[in-house]
């Protein structure tokens, strides 16, 4: 083979590199909701495949306003959404009141593995104090698996976060979660790692009662577990959880109260939804100032009709211990990969937004 064919057949190869590397880092026009659409569609047609290489949907600052379409869907595997910034890349939907709903509202709805996002707010802007009883705004339901949260605020009131499916591992890391009732929701196993956790005033006049989490647990372990999180609640009073249905588990390890006059004096609602069989504990809360505040011991009885469970809910150090992020998750290493990936996002978004 003379040089100039040497030559050219490596220009071709490097060429080809390059526009591969390319076709896995969308860019979406800023604040253009209709851009975002396209490169999601565009993004789970490149991913179909579970064993795809990652695609990035990179987003710039802006309010991308999907007006009232809710369910916007992530199909496709081992995709990441980097927003520019969390405060300022803003994704929001409004659904209508009279289609409120668990499984109706979600302002994206995750159906993919190996999700990853980054940096930007998802909001669901149902007008919830006009809603009646009910007023289910999701920001996120995630019927997939192994999706990872870094630094991603999540804006609304009931049910603002839904992980749907049975087995499902999830990880949250550094990031912001408002609501009022039951907005953290759902079944699986998810770690919430140093999350600032935001309750909203029940109504419109402000004061009333919150519930942060409704676990459902059925086949994992160990449920939903909040390490090292700070509570938020200048409004509203509230209890860490109350149980949706089945095996409803849920623990709360050195989470820093702004306010602990705010906890309610069960810490948790003894008043369940469908289960009483609830594995709910604490360890070592903290007010602001990281005073512990856990009382050494807090026994509740969970109620549901003429169904009565009752249990302690404070864990000893040595019980406390087994709530690591390697025992949760023994198979997957969230924070490894969250690590990995924000590199390689930080590295696009230099290049790119």
């Not at 007023?135 to 990872?148: E, L, S, Y």
């Not at 009022?180 to 419109?204: P, Q, S």
């Not at 009333?208 to 509203?236: E, L, N, Q």
């Not at 820093?256 to 504990?281: G, M, N, Q, W």
Request: charged share 25%; aromatic share 10%.
């Amino acid at each position: 083979m003379n040089r100039l064919r040497l030559l050219t057949l490596l220009i071709c190869l490097a060429s080809t590199c390059m526009a591969a590397t390319r076709s896995h880092v969308i860019r979406v026009k800023a604040g253009d909701a209709k851009s975002l659409i396209e490169s999601l569609e565009e993004a789970n047609k490149l991913n179909a495949d579970t064993l795809s290489e990652r695609t990035y949907v990179l987003i710039p600052d802006g309010t991308y306003d999907l007006g009232e379409t809710s369910l916007t869907t992530i199909s496709g595997h081992n995709i990441a959404l980097i927003g520019q910034s969390m405060e300022k890349t803003i994704i929001v939907n409004a659904p209508k009141v009279e289609n409120e709903g668990i499984s109706k509202t979600a302002t994206l709805l995750n159906r993919g593995w190996g999700t990853y996002v980054q940096d930007l707010t998802l909001k669901n802007a149902l007008d919830y104090y006009n809603s009646g009883p009910a007023g289910r705004a999701v920001c996120w339901q995630d019927k997939g698996n192994r999706t990872i949260f870094k630094r991603v605020r999540m804006l609304s009131y009931q049910d603002t976060y839904y992980s749907h499916s049975e087995e499902c591992q999830h990880y949250f890391e550094d990031c912001e979660i408002h609501g009022t009732v039951d907005f953290l929701c759902g079944a699986g196993d998810v770690y919430f790692n140093r999350c600032l956790i935001v309750t909203e005033k029940r109504n419109l006049q402000g004061g009333g009662k919150d519930v942060i989490a409704a676990p459902r647990t059925s086949t994992t372990k160990w449920g939903y577990v909040f390490d090292h999180c700070t509570i938020r609640s200048d409004m509203t009073d509230f209890h860490f959880a109350r149980g949706w249905h089945t095996l409803p588990r849920c623990a709360w390890l050195y989470t820093k109260i702004e306010t602990p006059e705010r906890l309610l004096k069960e810490r948790y609602d003894p008043y369940s939804i469908r289960s009483v069989d609830c594995s709910f504990y604490e360890y070592q809360t903290m007010d602001k100032d990281g005073n512990v505040i856990s009382p050494q011991s807090n026994v509740v009885t969970f109620i549901k009709d003429d169904l009565r469970h009752t249990a302690e809910t404070i864990m000893t150090q040595k019980e406390a211990a087994r709530f690591t992020l390697e025992n949760v998750f023994p198979n997957w290493k969230p924070g490894k990969i969250a690590n990995t990936l924000e590199k390689q996002a930080d590295k696009h978004k230099q290049a790119y937004l």
